[in-house]
Nanobody, 121 residues
Framework: QVQLVESGGGLVQAGGSLRLSCATS????????MGWYRQAPGNQREWVAI???????RYADSVKGRFTISRDNAKNTVYLQMNSLKPEDTAVYYC???????????????WGQGTQVTVSS
């Protein structure tokens, strides 16, 4: 059983910062990539940032220059440092892991439960 547990959400004023964490546990052979997504009320879930194993980080244009994704491979944990937050960043943030399982299945995706980020103006 693979689990992703997010933490670090909350309420912050515009211009402030938050740091989200997502810890992965369970039987994983290899993590291929980890990423962050978000979903605002009435909107579809959208991609925010991704950090592939051994690859280059990528960001959605809306967060480029303000958000930084990083990983601690020893802890199987991914982080999202969010600076200069704007009210339009308000959403539930979800982490995602693309993994290779011990039984050989590739490209299996797991999601965290989500953490609320609210930015007040």
């Amino acid at each position: 059983q693979v689990q992703l547990v997010e933490s670090g959400g909350g309420l912050v004023q515009a211009g402030g910062s938050l740091r989200l964490s997502c810890a992965t546990s369970g039987s994983i052979f290899r993590i291929n990539a980890m990423g962050w997504y978000r979903q605002a009320p009435g909107n579809q879930r959208e991609w925010v940032a991704i950090i592939p194993t051994g690859g280059r980080t990528r960001y959605a244009d809306s967060v480029k220059g303000r958000f930084t994704i990083s990983r601690d491979n020893a802890k199987n944990t991914v982080y999202l440092q969010m600076n200069s937050l704007k009210p339009e960043d308000t959403a539930v943030y979800y982490c995602n892991a693309d993994v290779l399982l011990p039984d050989g299945r590739i490209g299996v995706n797991y999601w965290g439960q989500g953490t609320q980020v609210t930015v007040s103006s």
